[in-house]
């Protein structure tokens, strides 16, 4: 009885210590078995920036594309948009303006302004914002695809008497 | 006797109804608000943004005079905008949120960082909006008491859905998601009866005007909105013109006059009130709600076999319901 006892146990560390092993080996295959590239630049822009066009390449099939974009406008226009290789604009663009104002202040009071010229008094729901006070303007676009078309991704920046900052990274995710 | 104890029966009455007014005055909510719960991770600063968006090319567009309201959200993710200084008719808006120490002029499109909402409202609106705790933290978001509003947050999640099926597939299938979204948008469009749910949807279909049945179907989708002269619809007509030959124009013009003249006539024998009449005035998603109704499918089966909202069945219903001169979808079912 004692050596069925004794020979149960040690079949069972044996598979415990067997099964361990192997998960581990499992996990440690599984840390390994991805890889990424990245890309990233900070894009300063001055009032009399032209429109730049920051490219970056995605040479063999990825699991994953990550795009990243932040932007801090101090002043002027920016339009940000990106392109995939075939030359489609993607549907996540961003556009900032220091200039377009919706909202105007009359006398210290502050209206909306409408297209059509209507202007229509906003009382109170605006006071405790300080909107004199805001002094840059922050638009970001994040954007993962799977499995990205290969070739070279565009991301088009247009200033317009902008001053300000664009920072980008790209991470390509791959099967190792 | 019986004078006085009915004095004191018509002032009992008069009291509990002069009370059960002043209860339900305080328990509805007032016109011209913009109230809920809203539950954010604490990275986020507990303050909505309300932004005027002009046109639908701005929906993606921040600028430092767009905020046009501001609320604070209390310790237990309450809010509320008071909207009554907005124009009567409905304008489209973003609400967004910032997070700690970033200025209010901040919009993040994408990711898990993505943190603005868009809405329509107008001076007498009453939209409650909540969400659950989410990543972006307005994922989960959800409208109630404003119909247009639920419908054009279904638009608006079905483009972002197609899109990001769309974005990782083969061309051919991504042609195809395209196309299906664009039938889908232009249904939309076609039923809608808010304008400006109806032109976002037109918006985003990406039809192409200048072949087929697109040019006619968006040639139908002006005549219907021609009253509308709001900034969303001038620009939707800037920016998609279409070519019209006008000796064709006369030509259709002339055919159109005798085709109807000759309906008029050939109508006016016929009698009205018979359904099939009203069948050809059903939109084609209509028409679709309308054959699943005939095989007694529920709301539910008709929101899965479309692939719409229960809300977008509802108003299906009630819409195909009236064009048919129907009191009930039993109705329907006896038309078989």
């Not at chain 2, 719960?37 to 993606?60: G, V």
């Not at chain 2, 009253?227 to 939707?236: H, L, P, R, T, V």
Request: aromatic share 8%; with cysteine; proline share 3%.
């Amino acid at each position: 009885m004692k050596n069925l006892v004794l020979s149960v146990c040690i079949a069972l560390i044996a598979t415990l210590t067997t099964s361990q092993k192997s998960f581990g080996s499992y996990l440690n295959n599984r840390k390994d078995s991805t890889i990424f590239t990245e890309k990233s630049a900070v894009i300063s822009l001055r009032r009399d920036s032209k429109p730049i066009n920051y490219s970056f390449e995605v040479k063999k099939r990825s699991n994953r594309l990550d795009i990243k974009i932040e932007s801090v406008i101090k002043k002027g226009q920016v339009l940000i948009e990106i392109y995939k290789p075939n030359g489609e604009k993607l549907r996540k663009s961003i556009s900032i303006d220091t200039e377009f104002k919706s909202v105007i202040n009359v006398n210290s009071q502050p209206y909306l302004v409408k297209k059509n010229g209507e202007k229509i008094n906003l009382g109170d729901s605006i006071k405790s914002i300080n909107l004199e006070r805001i002094k840059e303007i922050k638009g970001d676009i994040s954007e993962s695809i799977s499995d990205a078309p290969l070739g070279k991704w565009i991301v088009k920046i247009t200033p317009v008497k902008a001053s300000g900052k664009v920072s980008l990274t790209t991470t390509s995710h791959y099967d190792r | 006797m019986i004078v006085s104890l009915m004095k004191k029966v018509f002032l009992i009455t008069c009291l509990t109804f002069a009370l059960a007014n002043c209860w339900a005055s305080s328990v509805s909510p007032k016109e011209g608000i913009i109230y809920g719960n809203i539950e954010l991770e604490d990275r986020w600063a507990p303050e909505l943004y309300l932004s005027y968006i002009p046109t639908f090319d701005d929906m993606h567009l921040v600028a430092n005079g767009m905020i046009v309201a501001k609320a604070d959200i209390d310790s237990i993710g309450n809010f509320l905008f008071d909207i009554g200084f907005l124009p009567e008719e409905h304008n489209l808006f973003r609400i967004h949120i910032v997070k700690q120490g970033d200025t209010p002029n901040t919009l993040t499109i994408g990711g898990k960082d993505e943190n603005y909402v868009f809405l329509l409202a107008g001076r007498r609106s009453v939209i409650e909006m909540n969400n659950e705790l989410s990543s972006p933290p307005f994922r989960k978001v959800s409208f109630s008491k404003s119909v247009d509003n639920q419908m054009f947050h279904e638009v608006v999640s079905m483009i972002i859905t197609a899109d990001s099926i769309a974005m990782g597939s083969s061309s051919s299938k991504r042609k195809f998601i395209e196309e299906q979204m664009a039938d889908k948008l232009k249904a939309v469009a076609d039923t809608s009866s808010n304008p400006l749910v109806a032109l976002y949807a037109a918006h985003n279909s990406c039809f192409r005007f200048s072949q087929g049945n697109d040019a006619a179907f968006y040639r139908s989708f002006k005549e219907k909105w021609s009253g509308q002269d709001n900034s969303y619809f001038k620009a939707f007509n800037m920016s998609n013109t279409i070519e019209t030959n006008h000796s064709g124009m006369w030509y259709y013009l002339f055919v159109a006059v005798i085709v109807g003249a000759a309906g008029f006539l050939f109508g006016r024998k016929k009698e009205r009130k018979k359904p099939e009449s009203g069948i050809a005035t059903l939109s084609v998603q209509e028409r679709k709600v309308f054959e699943l109704l005939k095989t007694g499918a529920t709301n539910q089966q008709i929101a899965e076999e479309c692939n719409i909202g229960i809300s977008t069945v509802k108003s299906h219903v009630s819409r195909i319901l009236s064009k048919l001169n129907l009191k009930s979808r039993r109705e329907v079912l006896n038309l078989n």
